[in-house]
């Protein structure tokens, strides 16, 4: 395999595919049931190793990452209940198709942050980019800055909670779940959405196809302060509901194993 | 009892067999949901509700796309809690098609039982693509 080696030492792949080596770099400081990785000079591929490696063979239960520098697809296919700490920003699509983890990313994320999360929740300080939560499965994602468009396209589960503002065509064709938008949306909010509830405190520029104002609950008010409370975010500002119109709605059409797609 | 197969796949169809916890509400009851879900609360189960299928009280499994039925009488207001403890009672045995497909066909690491049982052991850190008999690569 062709490769080439950078400034920094580290040896890519010529191609642009992985990181050639697979070995883990074993660089990690364990303290007991806590390590810290520092992602200074390792490529994605040898964090994420080694990150697992912590994890699943060394039995380590809180895990701090610190100077992620930006670096894509961070954090990615942890599938067991630990806590993971990223002191700085990691890049796109970080923390995806993870099932159990807890995550506090103490900076701002790009696009598709926990994309296809099945379990567990992940906490930004910060701003995230678009398609957040995208295909989100379950569990909660909480984002304390604006999130860009298409947060949680085709979300089939979960919780997004976003205390700033968001993009265009949020909670696009959303199947299932929940979001709670504190501040604005753009164009589109719930466009071709089949279920799932979201919750907006702020001005809507537009609602999209088959997106229709619901009546608020005790069920919807006990989940959103449960939910603020837990992730201590203050105190939940007034919030509209939005739901399917359900003219779209004809899933009893559908073959059973389509049906099972959205469960 | 004997497995009554229908149009749609349910998990008693891909087992063979009915498990006891479908029929016993006595045998779900000391499941810790709380206990078994990252949080502080019910996180991903909260997705989790007692549905219908084929005319009986069923919980949905996502690990095996299937329909998991639920026999016994569910007691009034308790539907959603006890759909999630026999869900829960059924991944934590191992029990669901898509858990016992891992050790064959997983191709990359995970715990076999999933982030709800710690200390699962490990699959997919060995697999190897299967190899029909009689078959050789070809030459170019």
């Keep these: 395999m062709a490769s080439v080696n950078t400034k920094s030492g580290v040896v890519?792949?010529?191609?642009?595919?992985?990181?050639?080596?697979?070995?883990?770099?074993?660089?990690?400081?364990?303290?007991?049931?806590?390590?810290?990785?520092?992602?200074?000079?390792?490529?994605?591929?040898?964090?994420?190793?080694?990150?697992?490696?912590?994890?699943?063979?060394?039995?380590?239960?809180?895990?701090?990452?610190?100077?992620?520098?930006?670096?894509?697809?961070?954090?990615?296919?942890?599938?067991?209940?630990?806590?993971?700490?990223?002191?700085?920003?990691?890049?796109?699509?970080?923390?995806?198709?993870?099932?159990?983890?807890?995550?506090?990313?103490?900076?701002r994320v790009g696009w598709s942050l926990a994309e296809n999360m099945m379990s567990g929740s992940v906490v930004v300080e910060g701003p995230a980019g678009s398609l957040t939560g995208a295909a989100l499965r379950g569990g909660d994602l909480v984002i304390k800055g604006n999130v860009g468009a298409r947060t949680g396209?085709?979300?089939?589960?979960?919780?997004?909670?976003?205390?700033?503002?968001?993009?265009?065509?949020?909670?696009?064709?959303?199947?299932?779940?929940?979001?709670?938008?504190?501040?604005?949306?753009?164009?589109?909010?719930?466009?071709?959405?089949?279920?799932?509830?979201i919750y907006v405190g702020g001005k809507i520029a537009s609602l999209g196809v088959d997106c229709v104002p619901g009546e608020m609950t005790e069920e919807d008010h006990e989940f959103i302060n449960r939910k603020f409370e837990i992730y201590d975010l203050g105190t939940p500002p007034e919030l509209q509901k939005f739901e399917c119109g359900k003219v779209l709605h004809n899933y009893d059409a559908l073959e059973p194993s389509e049906r099972k797609l959205v469960l | 009892m004997g497995v009554k197969h229908t149009v749609a796949i349910d998990a008693e169809t891909l087992a063979g067999k009915r498990f006891a916890y479908q029929e016993d509400i006595s045998l779900i009851e000391d499941i810790d949901l709380m206990e078994l879900t990252p949080g502080k609360d019910l996180n991903w189960l909260e997705d989790i509700h007692l549905l219908v299928e084929d005319g009986t009280p069923a919980v949905f499994d996502r690990n095996s796309n299937s329909f998991l039925?639920?026999?016994?009488?569910?007691?009034?207001?308790?539907?959603?809690?006890?759909?999630?403890?026999?869900?829960?009672?059924?991944?934590?045995?191992?029990?669901?098609?898509?858990?016992?497909?891992?050790?064959?066909?997983?191709?990359?690491?995970?715990?076999?039982?999933?982030?709800?049982?710690?200390?699962?052991?490990?699959?997919?850190?060995?697999?190897?693509?299967p190899v029909l008999d009689g078959w050789e690569p070809p030459l170019h």
């Design chain 1, 12 to 107: 890519y792949d010529a191609r642009g595919l992985v990181e050639p080596d697979p070995e883990p770099p074993m660089t990690a400081e364990i303290d007991g049931d806590s390590a810290v990785i520092d992602a200074t000079d390792l490529t994605t591929r040898k964090i994420n190793l080694e990150l697992k490696r912590i994890v699943y063979d060394e039995g380590v239960n809180n895990v701090t990452i610190v100077n992620p520098g930006s670096k894509h697809s961070l954090g990615v296919g942890i599938l067991k209940r630990c806590n993971i700490t990223f002191e700085g920003s990691p890049g796109w699509y970080a923390c995806g198709l993870i099932d159990g983890p807890e995550v506090q990313i103490n900076g």
């Design chain 1, 153 to 197: 396209i085709d979300q089939k589960g979960g919780t997004i909670i976003a205390l700033g503002s968001a993009g265009i065509n949020t909670g696009f064709m959303m199947q299932r779940g929940r979001q709670i938008i504190c501040g604005d949306v753009n164009d589109g909010l719930g466009d071709s959405m089949y279920d799932g509830v």
């Design chain 2, 69 to 129: 039925k639920i026999y016994f009488d569910i007691p009034e207001g308790r539907g959603d809690e006890i759909a999630r403890k026999v869900l829960m009672k059924h991944l934590i045995s191992g029990n669901s098609y898509g858990i016992q497909l891992k050790e064959k066909h997983c191709k990359f690491h995970q715990v076999e039982l999933g982030p709800w049982v710690a200390d699962s052991k490990s699959v997919g850190d060995n697999w190897v693509p």
